[in-house]
Every structure is written in C-alpha cells, then in structure tokens.
C-alpha cells in the first residue's frame, strides 16, 4: 500500500492508504470522500500541481510517505439554453453535458481553463495563454475556426445568442457566429481600438472604448446600429441592454442615451428630460428599461405593454432600492421592504394577489417566463406571476423555510435552504419538480439553471440534476468524470 500525507493549509488532514499502482484521479476520489470536499487539487512539497487524473502516483513522483498539500477548488458553471459546462479555474477538464447541438459535448479535452461564456447553443472557453477554443453548434458560435489564428491574448469575451465577440489584450475585438447576430464586425473593425467592454442584446454587440466613445455592431433592429446617436455618446460608463432589441448607455453625467429597436426602448426621447442622476437601469427581454435615479424615484420607457409604461404606480415608486425584471414585467424593492410591479399582469407586472404578504423583503429573483419570487427577511418566500411557471409556490409553501437563495430557469424556480437542501415549483417537466431526486439534494452549495434544467453542486464535489434530460437535466452520463474535476 502507499500511504500519502494529505493536508489542507490549515494543516489538518490524515494519511490515505491507496494500491501502490493508484493513479492521480483515484487519490483525489478517495480525499473526496474522506473529506466530505469536492474539487480537490493536489501540490507536492516541490510545488508540483498533480494536474492529470490518469498518470499514476508513482509517475508523479509520490511516494510512500509523501506529504502533499490539498486545496479546494473553486468549482465554475456555464450554461447554454440546453447544456450545460463545469470546471474549475486553471484546471486540466471540462465536463459538459446536455443538448449536444447545444454544447453538450465537448470535441476535445481543454487545460487550464479561464473563463467559459456561452451563447444560446454554444461555449467558447479563454485559457491561461490567451487562446480560445469553441464549441457547440455552429450557428450559435461554435465554430471559431475563420478566426481561431488570430485568438491571441485574448482577455474578456461577450455573447449575443448566436456569436461571440473577443476583446483582446491590445483592446482590439475578434468577432464569429452569425453575422446576423454580431459575429463579423468587420465593418467596424478599424474603429474597435482600445476597447474597455463589451455589452450584447441578442443580435447586436456595444463596445465602450477608452475615451468614452461606443461602437455597435450586428442587427440594426437590435441595437447594431449607432449612427443615430453616435455623436451623444461620449463618456459612457456603463451600458445596459434589453434582450430583443435595445441598448441603454448611462453618461457620465448620469444622463442617458438609447438606441435599437423604437419599439423596443430604443428610443427614450419621451421621457429624455426626466433621465437625471440615473443610478442603475434594468431591462425586459421584451424591450423595456426601468431607470432608478438618484432620489429613488422610477423612470421607465420602451414597449408600454411590458413595463415601458410605470404612470400607474408612479406614486409608488419612491425610494426604490433594486429592480428586478422578468421577459415582460418589472418588480421593484423598496427601502422599506415593500414591493411594486408593473408590466404584463400575466408576467409578474401585478404582484396585487400578495401585495400584504411582501413585507421586509431582502431579494428577488426573476423566472423569465414570466413570474417573480421574493426571499423575505425571516427566510420565507412569496412568489407571483404565471402560476405554473413558479408565480404559485403554494404547493411547496411548507418548506420554503430558511430559503438561503433562489436560481430561477425559464419557467421554474429552485431554492437552497440553510441546511443544504432544495425545494423546486414552477413548470414540473423544466426543473419545477425535484422529487426524483430529492434524497440526494445534500449539502447543495451552487444552483445553476438552462432554460428548462438544474444543477445542484454539491459539498463533496457532486453534481445533481433535474429537468428536461435532454437539455441540462441529466449529466449521468457523465456523472464519473466529475470526480475528477
């Protein structure tokens, strides 16, 4: 047998027993469960990382008696509409699993993984140099190949729901994915100098660069078009985007300047004069924004239909702490603790039916298909919106006690409680319903969500999965190469 020293910084830790011909990933499976700790990463004394889970101890140069030290890992997630990828930073896998049309399946093993984003259908990963590799449907962005030479130094990327955009280390952008949805930006290409970020609706990419100044590319109907505006927008700060169709750019004069979609919030002449001192602005999907000001007061424009018109409850709207938003409707915090929605009643817009029961809330989360939960100060929660897409969680209201935090997927909603189990509503066939695995939902320390699927990360390094299977929410498949993340 070959006894190896494990210990964490702290410096507690035991000796493990294992065959003398054991390999790295059989270490790691046995600390994982004699710690009770998933996501583990070995260092010898020489400050070797034991990196590959099928070289053997030996190879590695552990020997009997060896004292290694082990860190916990922080473990990462990524989601398309139906998959879903998991690693952790700087480590030597990914696991994906899911719709493989969707990034479900990985083409090739990665290494030292910085950072993944993800389209609607497809991931692209940063590594530790600086290049990039993609993959999932091509349509979505999953094919980096016209420009996979020139992916060098890259440090941020950016997403609409088919193409990706890259900023590189010398503020230039590489784009690819449909040129329909901001994946070739060549007409624009000489004037993306010095870009700072990158912000994305589903069809067109905004990029504020250095001196102020922004450059948009993609669909014109969904904010690709600047033109228009070009000459308002200097000093911009930070720019915030409605999903279809619409981008919103705070000055830094706290004024604001938008464009995209008419329609869509694209155009906020009618409400220009009262957009002072703007603190934060959240968006619909659907095209609306909600501007808070520095007084706390609202200011909302766009499609009036799905919370572009906030005139019914402007009275109401005073000292607003946060605002949430669903596909068509807005939810806004107030300091008092109360509540205040407006948008389509049938899409969380009309919180009436519990308007006594939101009292001292902390936080909302929003289900974009269209309801709202509130995690209230004694850990409770109150939600509303669509009934059977999470707005009526009387079925489960019982158990939502000691509610840590709530993911939200399209139309259902998951909540971790203080003792690191899960209570799930909404539509039962896209994560609403976890009875089938509720005996395994332990110890749960991440929720993360596809549109119709959960996964639960768990303490010991194990993942737990519910929903549609064919799009996040069954990673049995792949169950075993989670150990070795």
């Known amino acids: 047998m070959l006894r190896v020293n494990v210990l964490f910084p702290s410096g507690s830790g035991e000796i493990l027993s294992l065959p003398e011909h054991s390999k790295v990933g059989d270490l790691r499976i046995l600390a994982q469960k004699t ?37 916990v890992q922080e473990v990462q997630v990524a989601a398309t509409r139906r998959a879903f990828a998991v690693w952790c930073s700087g480590g030597n896998r990914v696991v994906t699993w899911g719709d493989p049309t969707h990034g479900g399946v990985l083409p090739a093993e990665l290494r030292n993984v910085r950072q993944i984003q993800a389209t609607g259908g497809a991931f692209a990963a940063i590594l530790a140099d600086g290049a990039v590799v993609a993959w999932g449907g091509p349509r979505y962005g999953g094919d980096c190949s016209a420009v996979q030479d020139q992916l060098k130094n890259v440090q941020q990327l950016q997403a609409t729901y088919c193409a990706f955009a890259a900023i590189l280390a010398d503020g230039s952008v590489l784009a690819w994915g449909s040129p329909d949805h901001g994946g070739d930006c060549s007409a624009v290409q000489d004037q993306l100098r010095n870009v700072q970020q990158i912000q994305a609706t589903y069809g ?39 999903e279809i169709g619409s981008f919103a750019a705070i000055l830094a004069d706290k004024s604001v300047v938008a464009w995209g979609n008419d329609q869509g919030g694209g155009d906020c002449s009618a409400v220009q004069d009262r957009l002072r001192n703007v603190q934060q602005i959240q968006a619909t999907a659907t095209g609306a924004f909600a501007a808070i000001l520095a007084d706390g007061s609202v200011v909302a424009w766009g499609n009036p239909d799905f919370g572009g018109d906030c005139a019914e409850v402007q009275d109401r709207l005073k000292n607003v702490r946060q605002i949430q938003a669903t596909g068509w409707a807005f939810a806004a915090i107030l300091a008092d603790g109360s509540v205040v929605s407006w948008g389509s009643p049938d899409h969380g817009g009309d919180c009436s039916a519990v308007q006594e029961q939101l009292r001292n809330v902390q936080h909302i989360q929003a289900a974009s298909v269209g309801a709202f939960a509130a995690i209230l100060a004694d850990r409770s929660v109150v939600a509303w919106g669509r009934a059977g897409w999470g707005g009526d969680s009387s079925a489960v209201q019982g158990q939502l006690r000691n509610v840590q935090e709530i993911q939200a997927a399209a139309g259902a909603f998951a909540a971790i409680l203080v003792d690191g189990s899960v209570v799930a509503w909404g539509n039962e066939h896209e994560g609403g319903n976890c009875s089938a695995v509720q005996d395994q939902l332990r110890n749960v320390q991440q929720l993360h969500a596809t549109d119709q699927a959960f996964a639960a990360i768990l303490a010991d390094g194990s993942v737990v999965t519910w929903g549609h299977p064919e799009k996040g929410g069954d990673c049995s498949a792949v169950q075993h190469q989670l150990g070795y993340l």
Not at 37 to 64: C, I, M, W, Y
């Open 204 to 242: 067109a990419f905004a990029a504020i660069l250095a001196d102020g100044s922004v450059i948009s590319w993609g669909q014109p109907q969904w904010g690709g078009d600047c033109s228009a505006v070009q000459d308002q927008l200097r000093n911009v700060k930070e720019i915030q985007a409605s």
């Open 35 to 71: 710690f009770g700790k998933g996501f583990l990463k070995f260092v010898t004394a020489e400050g070797h990382v034991l990196s590959n889970p099928e070289e053997s101890l030996q190879a590695a140069g552990v020997r009997d008696g060896e004292r290694l030290t082990v860190v």
